[in-house]
């Protein structure tokens, strides 16, 4: 403003040759130097008014932080919505433990090719790698569902002393639910499915429920052969304090074969062809489609009616437990002679239906061998039921039943 009014002050009117001009000359000069201080002192009030308003404004402020400033050194709470014990609470509320073996709960918020971090609600962050996302062995941590979003229970496992974050691992826990699993299995003696994934001159390695365990065999070059396989298996010892786990293939095939019944419909896989007939896996038991059981057409090439890995229902046609042999056929599944050749899907279909003729079968040739021995023991005290069905078995015939390879078809 200052400098606006020494550019005003000094200002002058040019001069001008005639009287007239004089004249206006003179008017001219008597409005500059008459106006010109009439707009120095509008300047310099409206000064004084800005410089008054921002005074009062600074003093305003002023009061109001002297004001606040007292009020925080004797009355600090005052307008607080909670106490200091609240604040405490909540403290405690977002602080856990983190020592080693803690278990927390966490969010998954990103995921990249190494593992995922996690939120835990603590000062920093914590990440799970790629080797603790799962019991099994992973390329990628989304393969265990392990997504953004995701929220689990973890156990800390570790810190990373770089920046101070939490590991954490979600395979420990997963390790502890696999041997509480393996206890309760062996507590219930059940049959399990576990992959070889190892031999040694002892046994085999097999993996179940994501837990390795050692299963015995006698020859080494058996247990090679059985990479790769899966083996029905029993539990003989789950230790985990000493990661101990031990199975039996022997007292899996045990159990196996005592549910086979002479008569019954089993679903099997065939394994290998060979001349004289086909191996069939009868749930880790071998059994033996022989040739002559196939069909009652005759069969010339077994390859034209079978191939390995083929899935099919067969019957039990004897068991031999001291060798462990088993007899299959397809053969006594037909519904009419060379079905099996001609439309096997009709033989699965129609095949628990046949094995229940079969059996009658089998009850009705039992029945005549039981009356031909009464009919030479008479003092054996055998009789008749309300089913029309003779007494029990004697000793003189065997447990298992008539060898039924030797019962004619129906049709015959």
């Not at 300047?43 to 004001?67: G, H, Y």
Request: with cysteine; hydrophobic share 40%.
């Amino acid at each position: 403003m200052a400098s606006l009014a020494q550019q005003f002050g000094g200002l002058k009117c040019p001069p001008l040759s005639t009287v007239e001009n004089n004249k206006f000359s003179t008017a001219s000069k008597n409005h500059c130097y008459t106006v010109l201080p009439r707009k120095r002192s509008v300047i310099s009030a409206a000064a004084v008014v800005i410089a008054n308003a921002q005074t009062r404004e600074r003093m305003k402020l002023k009061e109001m932080f002297e004001d606040a400033y007292e009020r925080c050194r004797t009355l600090p709470l005052e307008g607080v919505a909670f106490t200091i014990d609240d604040f405490h609470d909540a403290l405690e509320k977002y602080d856990f433990n983190s020592e080693i073996g803690t278990k927390v709960k966490g969010t998954v918020f990103n995921v990249d090719a190494n593992g995922a971090l996690v939120d835990i609600t603590a000062k920093s962050s914590a990440y799970l790698p790629l080797r603790e996302a799962s019991i099994h062995g992973l390329k990628h941590v989304e393969e265990a569902g392990i997504v953004p979003g995701l929220r689990e229970e973890f156990v800390i496992i570790g810190v990373n002393e770089a920046d101070d974050s939490l590991i954490l691992s979600l395979r420990n826990i997963q390790y502890d639910l696999a041997w509480e699993r393996c206890r309760q299995l062996q507590a219930e003696d059940v049959v399990v499915k576990g992959k070889v994934v190892g031999a040694n001159k002892g046994g085999v390695v097999a993996v179940v429920e994501g837990l390795r365990g050692f299963v015995p065999f006698s020859q080494k070059s058996t247990a090679e052969e059985l990479l790769e396989k899966e083996l029905p298996l029993k539990f003989v010892e789950v230790d985990e304090e000493q990661s101990r786990l031990v199975l039996s293939n022997r007292k899996a095939m045990a159990d196996s074969q005592a549910q086979l019944g002479i008569g019954s419909v089993v679903i099997g896989t065939v394994q290998s062809l060979k001349p004289y007939g086909a191996f069939i896996d009868i749930g880790g038991i071998n059994g033996l489609l022989h040739v002559s059981q196939i069909s009652h057409d005759r069969v010339s090439d077994i390859a034209t009616v079978l191939q390995p890995g083929d899935t099919l229902k067969v019957m039990i046609l004897s068991h031999d437990r001291e060798r462990g042999r088993v007899s299959l056929s397809t053969k006594k599944l037909e519904p009419t002679p060379g079905d099996m050749i001609r439309n096997p899907k009709l033989v699965f279909e129609k095949a628990e239906e046949m094995a229940q003729t079969f059996r009658q079968r089998i009850a009705q040739a039992e029945a005549m061998a039981r009356a031909d021995m009464l009919r030479f023991q008479p003092e054996s005290g055998l009789t008749l039921s309300s089913e029309g069905i003779l007494g029990p078995l004697t000793s003189d015939l065997p447990v298992e039943g008539l060898d039924l390879g030797d019962i004619p078809p129906a049709e015959d």
